[in-house]
């Protein structure tokens, strides 16, 4: 049993700082690309990080513009999002995925998923 399962998410003000988590388990995490999408209300789910399997290759979102860093810890099975100088406008529902094949930006690409964490903020 696959299970992803996201943590970290909270209110805050604009400007400010969240780390995301993901801790995976039922699978062989290190064979796995991770990504993050998100979705707002009345909004499209929406590509904003991906990782490769070593963690050598990060991808994100043209939204993003150094804000937010993806890293993973194969040790640990957990993939993070670290938010930066947060904007009224992320806010939204954090998910991770994993696919076991060459990163995507599509969601329909990802075989996995959490349930996701609420990100709120603030202006």
């Known amino acids: 049993q696959v299970q992803l399962v996201e943590s970290g998410g909270g209110l805050v003000q604009a400007g400010g700082s969240l780390r995301l988590s993901c801790a995976a388990s039922g699978l062989t995490f290190s064979s796995h690309v991770m990504g993050w999408f998100r979705q707002a209300p009345g909004k499209e789910r929406e590509f904003v990080a991906a990782?490769?399997?070593?963690?050598?290759?990060?991808h994100y979102a043209d939204f993003v513009k150094g804000r937010f860093t993806i890293s993973r810890d194969n040790a640990k099975n957990t993939v993070y999002l670290q938010l930066n100088s947060l904007k009224p406008e992320d806010t939204a529902v954090y998910y991770c995925?994993?696919?076991?094949?060459?990163?995507?930006?599509?969601?329909?690409?990802?075989?996995?998923w959490g349930q996701g964490t609420q990100v709120t903020v603030s202006s």
């Open positions: 990782i490769s399997r070593s963690g050598g290759e990060r």
């Open positions: 995925a994993a696919v076991a094949m060459v990163v995507t930006r599509r969601p329909d690409g990802y075989r996995y």
